[in-house]
């Protein structure tokens, strides 16, 4: 099972990102997704997650701003990042919440991405 993350890049304050995240060795339509983000020095940050009927929900310090979606055919789940700011920058991961609650605890999620590095210039 692999989950590749891809989309990140270096983006100026104000401006835009589309993360992509794709599953390979199983089906995952079934399983809540997440994304999480990690700043050096600092923990693991729930940015948001999608149910498998594509309830969302997020972070506080992304709310208004990032938006979460899934292509079940595809495998695949997006992260929309507008109005990025400098504190936005971070790796950032998917996972798959293999527990079915717990939504914004890391140690829910069994399967995790590589993370593709996402930095905002002031």
């Known amino acids: 099972v692999q989950l590749q993350a891809s989309g990140g890049g270096l983006v100026q304050a104000g401006g835009s990102l589309r993360l992509s995240c794709a599953a390979s060795?199983?089906?995952?339509?079934?399983?809540?997704m997440g994304w999480f983000r990690q700043a050096p020095g600092k923990e693991r940050e729930f940015v948001g997650s999608?149910?498998?009927?594509?309830?969302?929900s997020y972070g506080d310090s992304v709310k208004g701003r990032f938006t979460i979606s899934r292509d079940n055919v595809k495998n695949s789940v997006y992260l929309q990042m507008n109005s990025l700011k400098p504190e936005d920058t971070a790796v950032y991961y998917c996972?798959?919440?293999?527990?079915?609650?717990?939504?914004?605890?890391?140690?829910?999620?069994?399967?995790w991405g590589q993370g593709t590095q996402v930095t905002v210039s002031s």
């Open positions: 996972a798959v919440n293999v527990k079915g609650w717990g939504y914004t605890n890391p140690s829910s999620y069994g399967y």
């Open positions: 060795g199983r089906t995952f339509s079934d399983y809540a």
């Open positions: 999608i149910t498998w009927s594509g309830f969302t």
